[in-house]
């Protein structure tokens, strides 16, 4: 039987995946007496923003949570909001990422989607498909263990009659992209909050006070530099790490 633990990654200064949480836009626009919608739109525009500090830093795969399968049963006039702002993106901000490169992907359960974004996912993959530059995911309507009970349903759909760990990781979303090396969740709160729960079994997590529409590029390197100070053993011993790995 495969194990996840068996597969060392080599070692990087720079991690190859990040995945976030951008949490605390509706904090930040309450604290300035504003709407929560408009911390929402300030947030689009910082991702737009760390997609770039990311790209430049040398990482290959931005991963951010921006709507889970527990955010419907948020006001009907945020959803709205969100969706309206999802639209957008799709539509217009992917114009911009096109000619920088990136190449945009959209994992999560679809269905309860309007057709319009449906569509409009599918538009934006397709023009950004052949990019070579930094690959961004947005997970929307998406959940850790929604991805697992999907990768099995499609295991059983084959005939599977027995799982192991290689059988669920090839079915699960992005199973072509290296697993997280770093989680960052802005915002105060430290809980993975059913993002990527198989995938992050790994990742170095990184906690910040700082708000979504707050967090900057310096930020961002806040967050590279406690990565470089971790050790990523996987299960070895200090002593057996790559010498530009072990602690002083």
């Not at 079994?201 to 990184?206: G, K, L, M, V």
């Not at 906690?207 to 406690?226: I, N, Q, R, Y």
């Not at 002593?239 to 790995?245: D, F």
Request: glycine share 6%; charged share 25%; aromatic share 10%.
């Amino acid at each position: 039987m495969s194990h996840i633990a068996a597969n060392i990654p080599e070692y990087t200064q720079v991690p190859r995946h990040v995945a976030v949480i951008m949490d605390g836009n509706g904090r930040w626009a309450k604290k300035r007496l504003m709407p929560r919608m408009v911390g929402h739109k300030r947030g689009l525009d910082v991702l737009e923003d760390m997609v770039r500090v990311c790209s430049e830093a040398g990482v290959s795969y931005l991963t951010v949570f921006a709507f889970s399968t527990e955010n419907w049963r948020r006001p009907a006039e945020e959803v709205s909001f969100l969706m309206g702002l999802f639209l957008v993106a799709l539509q217009k901000k992917v114009i911009e990422m096109n000619k920088n490169g990136v190449r945009l992907r959209v994992i999560g359960d679809r269905s309860r989607f309007s057709p319009e974004i449906q569509q409009s996912i599918v538009d934006a993959e397709q023009l950004t498909a052949h990019n070579t530059g930094i690959t961004l995911t947005i997970a929307a309507d998406y959940g850790g263990r929604w991805d697992i009970v999907q990768a099995a349903n499609a295991l059983i759909a084959e005939g599977k009659t027995e799982i192991n760990e290689a059988d669920i990781s090839q079915k699960l979303m992005l199973a072509d992209a290296p697993e997280p090396d770093l989680f960052i969740r802005t915002g105060g709160e430290t809980r993975i909050s059913n993002f990527m729960l198989w995938q992050m079994a790994y990742a170095e997590f990184y906690f910040t006070d700082v708000l979504w529409p707050d967090f900057d590029a310096a930020e961002m390197h806040k967050a590279f530099a406690s990565f470089q100070q971790r050790e990523r053993r996987f299960g070895r011993t200090s002593e057996q790490l790559p010498a530009e790995q072990q602690r002083a």
